[in-house]
């Protein structure tokens, strides 16, 4: 089965950048989405299409697809992006989410 | 204003029995595939079923196929989860939510979610 791969944590500095990659064999001739789950919260699509983003996201989140590796970029990350993020794929009409990232702002 | 509000979950001991209900509105329910969505405690997400607007394809992961029966009722906006022969491992937070069929499918809406615990 297909399966994608995200790093458990990332650590950003207010303001700073933060990437979150997600790999998956050839995941770069799939699109890859993702959504952003705050604690006790349900999951909310911040990126889909690979780079486009829903209306009322902010600008900070963009993302790009290539090779094995999609990867989502908060620019100027703020404490309210303290969140877990998970990558999602379709494969064999099922979906396939990443194993999920914890992004810490410190 | 699209949304989705689950219902039925609870404690059921192991072997048993639940049936999730989603009651959507704010959306044409009978135009949009629908989905379960599972997240164990303080585990990731893990996609359960699925099923086409008009209910002719159904599709489940291979844990819970033979168990679970994913249904929709369009008279009622409303998406159902029948889960039969209940294991500990079932047990989690279940989320209903909108699929969106373009290219690089996604889910654009969730709910908030109900749990499920299956304990003795």
């Known amino acids: 089965s297909y399966e994608l791969t995200q790093p458990p944590s990332v650590s950003v500095s207010p303001g700073q950048t933060a990437s979150i990659t997600c790999s998956g064999d050839?995941?770069?001739?799939?699109?890859a989405c993702w959504y952003q789950q705050k604690a006790g919260q349900s999951p909310v699509l911040v990126i889909y299409?690979?780079?486009k983003r829903p209306s009322g996201i902010p600008e900070r989140f963009s993302g790009s697809n290539s090779g094995n590796t999609a990867t989502l970029t908060i620019s100027g990350t703020q404490a309210m992006d303290e969140a877990d993020y998970y990558c999602q794929a379709w494969d064999s009409s099922t979906y396939v989410f990443g194993t999920g990232t914890k992004v810490t702002v410190l | 204003e699209v949304q989705l509000v689950e219902s039925g979950g609870g404690l059921v001991q192991p072997g048993g029995s639940l049936r999730l209900s989603c009651a959507a509105s704010g959306f044409t329910f009978s135009s949009y595939w629908m989905s379960w969505v599972r997240q164990a405690p303080g585990k990731g997400l893990e996609w359960v079923a699925n099923?086409?607007?008009?209910?002719?394809?159904?599709y489940y992961v291979d844990s819970v196929k033979g168990r679970f029966t994913i249904s929709r009722d369009s008279a009622k906006n409303s998406l159902y989860l029948q889960m039969n022969s209940l294991r500990a491992e079932d047990t989690a937070v279940y989320y209903c939510?909108?699929?969106?069929?373009?290219?690089?499918?996604?889910?654009?809406?969730w709910g908030q979610g109900t749990l499920v615990t299956v304990s003795s």
């Open positions: 299409q690979d780079n």
């Open positions: 939510a909108r699929e969106v069929r373009v290219a690089g499918t996604f889910f654009d809406y």
């Open positions: 099923i086409k607007q008009d209910g002719s394809e159904k």
């Open positions: 050839k995941l770069g001739e799939k699109y």
